[in-house]
């Protein structure tokens, strides 16, 4: 059976993965840190080289899931956010194909992540739904008749940005924003799991400040349930481990802001994937393109 490499780029790492053609993982690799503002460390040298190490393996094809504005069409990145410098402009397929013979597909990370669990997922059977990854940032991905919904210009789902409570989604909703506040009224550099230990010890700061980010979240999951009224809405990230903790207080935060009962058609459900579902997704997308 043909043999797949599954790239899923971060800002800072790359993680690694060989899959056959039905979607399982044959081999993991090591991840790669990148830093992208020093030309040795960049994600295009970086890639380079684990593509060289591991060509010998009789690869079918190149399969990359990156964060970042992806024009899936060119597999190129037309736009990063500082998060990423120098990233912009980064031709990705056209490299894979060049330098080393090989076809390749690019998706955006939310959207690979997405099409992940449609495949293998929290989305299987569906026809329509909405991911979100909750992490440093809050990105989104829109599928409708089972096809990602890209946009006039590839920005579709980056509904990190849009304004909740007078501030951006993801300053108010993401992991990161819950760490800068329990860190800033507790003095202590506390860790996303270590604050939801402390919550479910009875901190009382924690718990509030769990709950400052449920009510973002769930504002804006509101809005867009109004919006697109999708079948089912998966949350992932790091943060959704606490699917015990987080799930029951995000319906119930719903269900108590939604308008009437005819908008609650949409189900809530968290990633099954995990880690693995953008280059997963990064597979299918790859398939399907090919």
């Not at 964060?67 to 990145?77: C, M, N, Q, S, T």
């Not at 009224?229 to 990230?237: A, H, K, Q, T, Y």
């Not at 809530?268 to 299918?284: E, I, P, S, T, W």
Request: charged letters at 20%; glycine letters at 12%.
């Amino acid at each position: 059976m043909k043999n797949y490499l599954c790239i899923d780029i971060g800002g800072t790492a790359i993680k690694y993965g060989l899959y056959n053609r039905t979607g399982q993982k044959v081999t993991s690799f090591a991840s790669d840190q990148t830093n992208n503002a020093i030309a040795e460390q960049n994600i295009s040298n970086t890639l380079r080289k684990k593509i060289q190490e591991l060509k010998h393996l009789g690869l079918a094809g190149v399969c990359i899931s990156s964060a970042g504005v992806v024009d899936p069409e060119a597999g190129k990145i037309i736009y990063s956010g500082y998060t990423i410098p120098n990233y912009t402009g980064t031709a990705l397929k056209e490299m894979v194909e060049t330098e080393f013979q090989l076809p390749c597909e690019v998706e955006n990370d939310v959207n690979a992540a997405c099409l992940g669990e449609y495949w293998q997922g929290a989305l299987k059977g569906t026809t329509s739904g909405i991911c979100l990854t909750v992490g440093t940032g809050v990105g989104g991905a829109l599928l409708i008749d089972g096809q990602i919904f890209h946009g006039a210009g590839y920005t579709a789902g980056e509904i990190g940005y849009m304004t909740i409570n007078g501030a951006r989604f993801q300053d108010v909703a993401a992991t990161s924003a819950l760490v800068q506040r329990v860190r800033m009224r507790k003095g202590l550099p506390l860790d996303g799991k270590e604050i939801f230990h402390l919550a479910e010890a009875g901190d009382p700061i924690c718990i509030e400040e769990i709950e400052v980010l449920i009510q973002s979240l769930t504002t804006g999951l509101v809005n867009i349930i109004y919006l697109l009224n999708p079948e089912r809405i998966v949350l992932g990230g790091a943060i959704m481990a606490q699917e015990a903790y987080l799930k029951p207080r995000i319906q119930k935060a719903m269900d108590l802001k939604i308008q009437d009962d005819q908008f609650k058609q949409t189900e809530l459900h968290f990633a099954q994937l995990k880690n693995d579902a953008g280059m997963v997704g990064a597979l299918y997308n790859f398939i399907k393109r090919q």
